[in-house]
C-alpha cells in the first residue's frame, strides 16, 4: 500500500479526525490553496484530544501549513495535504472558483449543443424559467426541448387544430404543451422568438393570438363574443346565426371556433358599432336595436377577431369603458390595434364626474394608470389619479342610450 493510501486509512480509522478533515477540505476549497485555519471551539473534548496528539499539544485552532508540516514529522512524511484529502474523501479536491468556473464550463456546452441542434432555443435560452429548469433537471430540458422541436417542425399547421389535440400527436400526451408545463412554456418562449409581431406572453390574449397564428387554439367554445344586431358571412355566403339573431334583437355569444370561420362581419344597420366593457349596460342599450359587442371586462381573442372582421369592412367602431385603470387600458389597447377606425365614446372629465366616482383606488390599482399613454385619456387618466376613485359605465346608461337615439 502507498504512503498516502495508508495515511487516508489511518486518519479515516481515526474517528476523532472525521470532523476536522471535513473542515479542512471546506476551507481549501473556499481559498483554493493550503491555507486558513479550522477553530476547534465547537468540537467535543474526544475530537479535540485525538487532534492534541497528532500534535504533541493542546491547540485551539489548526492552521492547514501547520497540519501539513506536522504529517511530515510522521510515518508518513512525504504525503501533502491535499494529497491526502483527496484519498480520504476519495475525490479530486476543487477549489469553489474552480467549481464554478467547470459547471460554467459544461453549462456552456450544453447549452451551444442544444442551440446548434435546435436554433431557436438561442434566443429562449437566457430565460429564468430554462436557467432554472437546467439547475433542477437537464435530462428533462433536454427532452423538452426536443418535443418542442419536433412540434415545431409541424407548424404552422394548415388549419386550426385545438392545442390538446395537437399535443396528443406529437407528444402521445393531450397536456403535454399546457403553458403550466416545461415543455408548454418552451414552444411559447420559441414561438414568441420566431413568429413575426410582438407579443407579449403576460398576456392571456395575446398568447392566444400568437398560438392561432400558427394554427392552434387552446380554447375555441369558452372563448366567445358577445354581439347582438352584426351580420357575418362565411365562404358559403351570410351566416344564418347571425342573420336570425339580427333579425329578432337577440344577443349572440358566437364562440371563437364560429368567429374563426367568417370572412366578414358589418354592422346590420348604420355604420357604427357600439363597444362597450359591460354586460349589464350591453343588456341595456340593446333595447336600441343598435349594433352592439360587450367584451365583458376583458378583450379576448373571439371579440378582437371580430372586431377586426368589422373594422376591415369600413364601420366605426365606438368603445365606452369604465373609469378605472383596467378600462382605461382596454380604451388604450383598441386604439393601438385600431387606430382611427375606433373612437372613444363618453370618456370626457364631464362622463368621469357624471359617472360618480366614489370607488376607491388601491395604490397597486392606480399604479397601472402609469401604463396607460395614448394623448387623448391623458385627462381622464390625470383625473383618476388625483381623485384616486373608480366610476362606472352604469351611471352613464342615459347619456350612452341617448347618443345611440341621438
Known amino acids: 500500500m502507498s504512503t498516502v493510501k495508508e495515511a487516508a486509512a489511518f486518519f479515516r480509522s481515526e474517528q476523532g479526525f472525521k470532523r476536522l478533515f471535513v473542515e479542512m477540505k471546506r476551507k481549501y476549497e473556499s481559498l483554493g490553496r493550503v491555507g486558513g485555519a479550522v477553530s476547534l471551539q465547537s468540537f467535543s473534548k474526544e475530537e479535540r484530544e485525538s487532534i492534541a496528539a497528532f500534535f504533541g499539544k493542546d491547540v485551539s485552532r489548526v492552521f492547514l501549513s501547520d497540519f501539513e508540516k506536522q504529517l511530515g514529522q510522521t510515518r508518513f512524511a512525504g504525503v501533502g495535504l491535499v494529497e491526502l484529502l483527496e484519498h480520504y474523501f476519495g475525490v479530486p479536491l476543487m477549489s469553489n472558483k474552480e467549481r464554478r468556473q467547470a459547471e460554467a464550463e459544461e453549462r456552456e456546452r450544453f447549452f451551444a449543443r442544444l442551440a446548434e441542434e435546435h436554433h431557436w432555443f438561442a434566443a429562449v435560452r437566457g430565460q429564468r424559467f430554462v436557467q432554472t429548469?437546467?439547475?433542477?433537471?437537464?435530462?428533462?430540458?433536454?427532452?423538452?426541448?426536443?418535443?418542442?422541436?419536433?412540434?415545431?417542425?409541424?407548424?404552422?399547421?394548415?388549419?386550426?387544430?385545438?392545442?390538446?389535440?395537437f399535443a396528443?400527436?406529437?407528444?402521445?400526451?393531450?397536456?403535454?404543451?399546457?403553458?403550466?408545463?416545461?415543455?408548454?412554456?418552451?414552444?411559447l418562449s420559441a414561438l414568441q422568438a420566431t413568429t413575426p409581431g410582438q407579443w407579449d406572453v403576460a398576456s392571456v390574449e395575446s398568447v392566444?393570438?400568437?398560438?392561432?397564428?400558427?394554427?392552434?387554439?387552446?380554447?375555441?367554445?369558452?372563448?366567445?363574443?358577445?354581439?347582438?344586431?352584426?351580420?357575418?358571412?362565411?365562404?358559403?355566403?351570410?351566416?344564418?346565426?347571425?342573420?336570425?339573431?339580427?333579425?329578432?334583437?337577440?344577443?349572440?355569444?358566437?364562440?371563437?371556433?364560429?368567429?374563426?370561420?367568417?370572412?366578414?362581419?358589418?354592422?346590420?344597420?348604420?355604420?357604427?358599432?357600439?363597444?362597450?366593457?359591460?354586460?349589464?349596460?350591453?343588456?341595456?342599450?340593446?333595447?336600441?336595436?343598435?349594433?352592439?359587442?360587450?367584451?365583458?371586462?376583458?378583450?379576448?381573442?373571439?371579440?378582437?377577431?371580430?372586431?377586426?372582421?368589422?373594422?376591415?369592412?369600413g364601420a366605426k367602431l365606438y368603445y365606452s369603458g369604465d373609469f378605472d385603470p383596467e378600462g382605461l387600458a382596454m380604451a388604450e389597447r383598441l386604439l393601438e390595434r385600431y387606430g382611427q377606425a375606433v373612437t372613444l365614446w363618453r370618456f370626457s372629465l364631464d362622463d368621469y364626474a357624471a359617472a360618480n366616482p366614489v370607488v376607491e383606488l388601491t395604490p397597486e390599482r392606480l399604479a397601472k394608470l402609469a401604463s396607460v399613454t395614448s394623448e387623448p385619456l391623458r385627462p381622464v387618466k390625470e383625473a383618476i389619479g388625483r381623485k384616486k376613485k373608480a366610476g362606472y359605465q352604469e351611471a352613464i346608461i342615459g347619456r350612452l342610450t341617448g347618443d345611440i337615439n341621438g
Open 133 to 165: 429548469a437546467y439547475e433542477a433537471d437537464r435530462g428533462g430540458l433536454e427532452a423538452a426541448v426536443r418535443l418542442v422541436g419536433a412540434a415545431l417542425c409541424r407548424l404552422p399547421l394548415s388549419s386550426y387544430m385545438r392545442l390538446p389535440l
Open 208 to 313: 392566444n393570438e400568437l398560438l392561432q397564428s400558427v394554427g392552434l387554439l387552446r380554447e375555441d367554445i369558452l372563448n366567445f363574443v358577445t354581439c347582438a344586431n352584426i351580420l357575418a358571412e362565411t365562404e358559403g355566403g351570410p351566416h344564418p346565426v347571425f342573420s336570425a339573431a339580427s333579425e329578432t334583437n337577440t344577443a349572440l355569444n358566437m364562440p371563437l371556433r364560429d368567429v374563426l370561420s367568417l370572412v366578414g362581419a358589418h354592422p346590420a344597420r348604420g355604420k357604427t358599432v357600439y363597444i362597450v366593457e359591460n354586460a349589464g349596460v350591453f343588456s341595456t342599450l340593446l333595447d336600441t336595436r343598435a349594433p352592439l359587442v360587450s367584451t365583458n371586462g376583458q378583450m379576448n381573442l373571439a371579440t378582437m377577431k371580430l372586431l377586426d372582421l368589422l373594422a376591415a369592412s
Open 168 to 187: 396528443q400527436q406529437v407528444a402521445s400526451d393531450p397536456h403535454a404543451f399546457d403553458l403550466s408545463t416545461l415543455p408548454g412554456r418552451l414552444l
